[in-house]
């Protein structure tokens, strides 16, 4: 399995507080992705990095931020969490075009 | 854009076949993605499909028609542990892939 973990695991917030989610990898891949998985939706990337302080966003990027001053770890940020933030984040690395390695997943809950 | 569809929900027998079906409108192709997602967990590779055809795996073959748009994942003697969904993603233009909504497959006794 590739070296990549996600904290917390579980978090719940309140409304209007700001949250970050950390994504670490172990494996030097240059590519890392945010996702918010939701019923109904299927995966959605909300941002993406191509390297060292170099990001872009994704589909569904309004009301996140993120960061990458390393190599290994990737943090997204939600500003000011509102309840339609509540879903499942998952982080993925890759090296390349032809997979990706997906993370455990943080499950976040706005009240 | 990026459109893609597959099956929300298939049940199926134990040691059974399965073919779960993949369309895609795509501004651009460079290959085609199934994950595995048991519940609560994340989704894990199966295969990436570049080339027009069928590629296997053991129990699994996933097969791609880049002129029709159209992909299938093929699961054979079906097993318990098999019940989850099945993701599509297609990667286009920008190389990051976008994820179908996933297809519940559902392996009954």
């Known amino acids: 399995d590739a070296g990549i973990t996600q904290s917390p695991r579980h978090k719940v917030t309140e409304t209007g507080t700001p949250v970050t989610l950390r994504c670490h990898q172990t494996?030097?891949?240059?590519?890392m992705y945010w996702y918010r998985q939701d019923p109904g939706h299927g995966l959605r990337l909300i941002h993406y990095?191509?390297?060292?302080?170099?990001?872009d966003k994704g589909e569904v990027s309004d009301g996140y931020s993120v960061s990458r001053s390393k190599t290994e770890d990737f943090l997204l940020t939600l500003e000011s969490a509102t309840s339609s933030q509540t879903s499942v984040y998952f982080c993925a690395i890759s090296d390349s075009e032809e997979t990706q390695y997906f993370g455990p997943g943080t499950r976040l809950l706005v009240l | 854009g990026q459109n893609i569809d597959q099956p929300t929900e298939m049940t199926a027998t134990e040691g059974a076949i399965v073919q779960i079906n993949c369309t895609y409108q795509t501004s651009g192709f460079n290959g085609l993605f199934w994950y595995q997602q048991h519940a609560g967990e994340a989704p894990t590779f199966l295969s990436y499909?570049?080339?027009?055809g069928l590629e296997e795996k053991g129990r699994f073959s996933s097969f791609l028609s880049r002129s029709k748009g159209y992909s299938y994942l093929l699961l054979k003697e079906l097993q318990m542990k098999d019940s989850a969904s099945y993701l599509c993603?297609?990667?286009?233009?920008?190389?990051?892939?976008?994820f179908g909504r996933g297809t519940s497959l559902i392996v009954h006794p």
């Open positions: 499909n570049v080339l027009d």
């Open positions: 494996e030097n891949h240059r590519y």
């Open positions: 993603a297609v990667s286009g233009g920008s190389y990051i892939p976008t």
């Open positions: 990095s191509y390297g060292v302080k170099d990001t």
